[in-house]
């Protein structure tokens, strides 16, 4: 053993004699910022709170806020300001560079990505303040099934984007993250088949954001912490989109009051098909490392120690008002490159569904499945449309189903749309733009993997719910 690892473990036996003085204020940084991120993240999916007489979650209750006058009319303000900022800086930033690196990650992108940004925003000023509507063309994509569904959506994700960001480093900065994933190292292991400390990247997905986790996992691959198809398989199994959506998503299709249940169905679902596919041979991903391999320290203590010294260790190096800077830089990624993605995504999407036979050719197949199981010619339709559309975005399914009346279809396809994980607009854009090889086939293939693998699970246990009247 070399000096400088004998040191750190002679440091680390110290940290560990002084476990005990937690109560006497040695964690109070950790353990003050992780009581504030359960208030704020699973307060929400746990507890309803009665504001005004009406009986709802806090983000809820926000959403209602912001989107109420007057301070609807102060955020719609903001919203024109921000989509046309991101129009002008697109194309600006097409010819010019920056001095500032931060400048250039923003508005510099790819062209497909240039192009969804501008149709996004775009689509949500014309259908906003209701330009070209009286237009051929204009009806088509801006009216009230097509632009104007995403319009509202997006609306909603100027709320909850900025409110998950911004609580965002209470998760990640301050040690719950590493008090947690310590407890789940053997679980990795064991199910997975991947390294311990992967479950930091799982943890941020669920609770921060699925294209988070992919830049996450991506990073430590290349910095020498997994080979290629360790990386492969924690990209694939778990960057799911987080909870902050999934709030958006339970809200529109009526999950409010049991909001609980439904991540909870999608942790679980999640789990279960990562176990499954964690034993597939991933042939095109090998065992080679991007860079040096490394080694983790072993620390030595119970879980519940070694999670104490990470955590508190990592309070302690995390300095506070940068956390939240930088937090409010991703931010800004989300709002330029992810929602004016997702409204482009969305409505084109629902123009292929309304204007032409496309989804209604390629769900045939999977039409009488839903049938035999109960469900009515109309409903089924939708479900075999929502199973398929969340290849193009992961909201998209929501959107098709969300009108529809059997709280089981919208429960079956809700969490369907998170379980598939993998689709073309942001995790797939994100897949691609990392160091492991990943190919649009690909990101088709995993989906309709996931899908398979998914759909059974999600059945069965929607069922028991109905059966024993929790939805």
């Known amino acids: 053993m070399s000096q400088a690892n004998a040191r750190i473990e002679v440091d680390q036996l110290q940290e ?16 003050v910022m992780s009581v504030c991120a359960f208030i704020f993240y699973l307060t929400p999916m746990l507890f309803n709170f009665n504001i005004g007489g009406v009986d709802q979650s806090l983000i809820a209750h926000l959403i209602s806020f912001v989107l109420s006058p007057p301070v609807y009319d102060f955020a719609m303000i903001f919203a024109t300001l921000l989509f046309s900022v991101i129009i002008l800086g697109t194309i600006i930033f097409t010819f010019y560079e920056s001095k500032s690196e931060f400048l250039n990650q923003v508005f510099k992108c790819s062209p ?31 009216g009230d099934f097509t632009g104007g569904v995403l319009t509202g959506l997006g609306r909603t994700m100027l709320v909850t984007m900025v409110t998950g960001v911004f609580f965002l480093p209470f998760l990640v900065d301050f040690g719950l993250i590493e008090f947690v994933g310590e407890f789940l190292n053997p679980v990795m292991k064991k199910l997975f088949r991947v390294p311990g400390y992967s479950a930091v990247d799982a943890t941020t997905s669920f609770l921060g954001d699925g294209t988070i986790g992919i830049v996450v996992t991506d990073k430590l691959y290349q910095d020498g912490y997994y080979n290629k198809k360790e990386a492969a398989k924690i990209a694939t199994n778990f960057s799911v989109i987080g909870l902050g959506f999934a709030i958006v998503v339970g809200i529109n299709l009526g999950f409010t009051d049991n909001f609980g249940l439904f991540y909870g169905t999608i942790a679980l679902v999640t789990v279960i098909v990562g176990i499954i596919m964690a ?61 004016p993605v997702i409204i482009a995504a969305g409505t084109i999407g629902l123009i292929i569904a309304e204007h032409t036979p496309f989804f209604e050719i390629v769900t045939k197949p999977i039409v009488p499945l839903y049938q035999l199981l109960g469900f009515g010619a109309e409903t089924s339709v ?9 290849l193009f975005d992961m909201y998209l399914p929501t959107i098709f189903i969300m009108g529809d009346a059997s709280v089981k279809a919208k429960f079956i396809i809700g969490v369907l749309s998170f379980t598939q994980l993998v689709f073309l607009s942001e995790t797939g854009i994100a897949l691609l733009r990392t160091k492991m090889g990943f190919n649009v086939l690909d990101i088709i293939k995993f989906y309709l993997i996931r899908t398979v693998f998914s759909l059974p699970f999600i059945i069965v246990l929607t069922f028991i719910y109905d059966a024993l009247k929790l939805i």
């Open 279 to 339: 034993r597939m041979p991933y042939k095109k991903w090998d065992e080679s490392y991007y860079s040096e391999p490394k080694v983790m320290p072993m620390l030595p203590g119970n879980a519940f120690e070694r999670g104490l010294v990470l955590a508190d260790r990592k309070a302690k190096e995390t300095d506070t008002l940068t956390s939240f800077l930088a937090s409010w830089k991703i931010g800004v990624m989300l709002y330029v490159g992810l929602l």
């Open 382 to 390: 939708s479900m075999a449309t929502g199973t398929i559309a969340g």
């Open 16 to 31: 560990l004699k002084e476990v005990p003085s937690m109560f006497k204020g040695k964690y109070t940084k950790f353990i």
């Open 112 to 142: 497909a990505h240039k192009f969804f940004r501008i149709f996004g925003s775009i689509v949500f000023l014309f259908t906003h303040y209701q330009i070209g509507l009286d237009t051929a063309i204009g009806s088509i994509i801006f």
